[in-house]
């Protein structure tokens, strides 16, 4: 009697182990977009965070007046100083005056990052792009006036899509 496999066995277990990982890598995939998708909201929900104890500083310190760093409403009038459309900036950490995060956020221009690309002093209002991909990425706008974020449809992901990571 043998004790070795027989090639018609091997075969059976070859297939049944291409067909398991046929199932488990597109999960994979799915599980890198997930984590992509938690990290982008980790941050506008500590970006939130930020504001909203920076609002409530300016309403204890009874500061009812524009101050600086403050639109006339209480909130950052600007999220960082970072310059537009570039590398390794720091992000979200506010001004030299007004500090937000205490660990900022750098820019880059590769996928599954943050970058800052467009600023209007005038109205308090910078966009920023998180890019999953070259085809998948959210535009968020920061409005100082309201300190509120919201989602610009700009030909990335879907607008449902952006405010499920910024609600």
Not at 100 to 126: P, Q, R
Request: hydrophobic letters at 35%.
């Amino acid at each position: 009697m043998s004790r070795s496999f027989t090639l018609i066995e091997l075969i059976f277990v070859i297939v049944i182990i291409g067909l398991l990982a046929s199932v488990a890598v597109p999960k994979f995939a799915q599980t890198k977009a997930s984590a992509s998708a938690n990290s982008a909201k980790s941050v506008v929900s500590s970006i939130r965070t930020a504001i909203e104890t920076k609002h409530g500083e300016w309403i204890i310190d009874d500061d009812l007046g524009s101050s600086d760093g403050y639109t006339p409403q209480g909130y950052p009038q600007k999220l960082d100083s970072a310059s537009l459309n570039s590398a390794g900036e720091d992000l979200f950490k506010g001004t030299s005056t007004l500090p937000l995060l205490k660990t900022a956020i750098k820019s880059c221009l590769g996928n599954d990052c943050w970058v800052k690309y467009a600023e209007d002093s005038d109205t308090n209002v910078s966009k920023y792009k998180y890019k999953f991909s070259d085809d998948d990425f959210i535009t968020i706008e920061y409005n100082g006036s309201s300190g509120t974020f919201d989602c610009i449809d700009d030909g990335g992901m879907s607008k449902s899509d952006c405010e499920s990571i910024i609600d």
